[in-house]
């Protein structure tokens, strides 16, 4: 499978659990490709202790330059300060892709960087885990999972095309898209969510008296529903920074959502509500 990928050196570009995963994932699916490093310190040496990543180097031009496929994993806002850099350093012939949350404001900037050349493709894999760090990579992460990429399924661009191929090999199902649009469906669908678990959470948290009562009651539901609390702020700073209007719309519909069972509770009119919402779970569980 490797021979028909024309990538034969890949950098990654902060060795934590998304870059981490994709490198194991490549080093199990395309034994033949060389993974390079860079990321701090304490986490690139422990990549490497793992197996990660087979060279690690510690400057970022270092790790572009000379890389057919350069894998940025890092926060958005660091993210969106490295391109310059990136740019500068990276092969005529380079594919260079991200994994941001959000995708405009990485894609504008990028675009001021990559105007001839190296080509940018902006991504998102919709994988992960509520703990961080290479210790946690596992190369079936993304299996499963959507990969959203911004670009159109008929682009010719073989680089593009090779991406696409690697996704589908670790177990992702590409889903093109454009900026705007992944930015308003993850405000829906990922973003919503996590601030739901938290806006739970502190009411649990806040309702919750010096006997212990009602936590002590909490089933296996409470701690489903709760799952994304464990999701530490620095994860969704630049997220929510970079979104804020689509959060923010989510947010408000599911207000409308919630205004709309608190009128109704003592109606007896909430099946429909509960029918529509069994049929949401079961297309996700298929």
Same mark, same amino acid.
């Given at each position: 499978?490797?021979?028909?990928?024309?990538?034969?050196?890949?950098?990654?570009?902060?060795?934590?659990?998304?870059?981490?995963?994709?490198?194991?994932?490549?080093?199990?699916?395309?034994?033949?490709?060389?993974?390079?490093?860079?990321?701090?310190?304490?986490?690139?040496?422990?990549?490497?202790?793992?197996?990660?990543?087979?060279?690690?180097?510690?400057?970022?031009?270092?790790?572009?330059?000379?890389?057919?496929?350069?894998?940025?994993?890092?926060?958005?806002?660091?993210?969106?300060?490295?391109?310059?850099?990136?740019?500068?350093?990276?092969?005529?012939?380079?594919?260079?892709?991200?994994? %941001?949350?959000? $995708? /405009?404001?990485?894609?504008?900037?990028? @675009?001021?960087? *990559? &105007?001839?050349?190296?080509?940018? #493709?902006? +991504?998102?894999?919709?994988? %992960?885990?509520? $703990? /961080?760090?290479?210790?946690?990579?596992? @190369?079936?992460? *993304? &299996?499963?999972?959507?990969?959203? #990429?911004? +670009?159109?399924?008929?682009?010719?661009?073989?680089?593009?095309?090779?991406?696409?191929?690697?996704?589908?090999?670790?177990?992702?199902?590409?889903?093109?898209?454009? +900026?705007?649009?992944?930015?308003?469906?993850?405000?829906?669908?990922?973003?919503?969510?996590?601030?739901?678990?938290?806006?739970?959470?502190?009411?649990?948290?806040?309702?919750?008296?010096?006997?212990?009562?009602?936590?002590?009651?909490?089933?296996?539901?409470?701690?489903?529903?709760?799952?994304?609390?464990?999701?530490?702020?620095?994860?969704?700073?630049?997220?929510?920074?970079?979104?804020?209007?689509?959060?923010?719309?989510?947010?408000?519909?599911?207000?409308?959502?919630?205004?709309?069972?608190?009128?109704?509770?003592?109606?007896?009119?909430?099946?429909?509500?509960?029918?529509?919402?069994?049929?949401?779970?079961?297309?996700?569980?298929?």
């Amino acid at each position: 499978m490797a021979s028909t990928i024309p990538f034969r050196r890949v950098a990654v570009i902060g060795t934590g659990l998304i870059g981490g995963s994709f490198a194991l994932a490549l080093r199990k699916h395309f034994p033949d490709i060389i993974v390079v490093g860079y990321s701090r310190a304490g986490s690139l040496e422990r990549a490497l202790e793992r197996g990660v990543i087979q060279e690690a180097v510690s400057e970022i031009g270092l790790a572009v330059r000379g890389s057919d496929l350069v894998y940025i994993s890092l926060p958005i806002g660091a993210t969106i300060d490295a391109l310059s850099a990136i740019a500068a350093a990276a092969e005529p012939h380079a594919l260079v892709t991200d994994v %941001g949350s959000t $995708k /405009a404001a990485i894609c504008k900037v990028a @675009a001021t960087h *990559f &105007r001839s050349g190296a080509r940018f #493709l902006g +991504a998102h894999p919709m994988a %992960g885990k509520e $703990k /961080a760090g290479v210790d946690y990579a596992d @190369a079936e992460l *993304f &299996r499963g999972a959507s990969y959203a #990429l911004v +670009a159109n399924e008929n682009d010719n661009d073989p680089r593009v095309k090779a991406f696409a191929e690697i996704v589908r090999a670790i177990g992702a199902q590409p889903v093109w898209t454009d +900026a705007d649009t992944h930015d308003w469906a993850v405000g829906i669908v990922s973003h919503l969510p996590q601030l739901v678990s938290i806006a739970l959470a502190q009411v649990v948290r806040d309702e919750t008296d010096e006997t212990g009562m009602p936590l002590t009651l909490a089933g296996p539901g409470l701690q489903d529903m709760l799952r994304l609390a464990g999701s530490p702020y620095n994860i969704w700073r630049d997220i929510l920074l970079t979104n804020t209007d689509n959060a923010s719309r989510a947010l408000d519909r599911l207000a409308q959502a919630v205004d709309h069972l608190r009128r109704n509770l003592a109606s007896k009119e909430l099946e429909q509500e509960f029918n529509a919402a069994n049929g949401v779970y079961k297309l996700l569980r298929k």
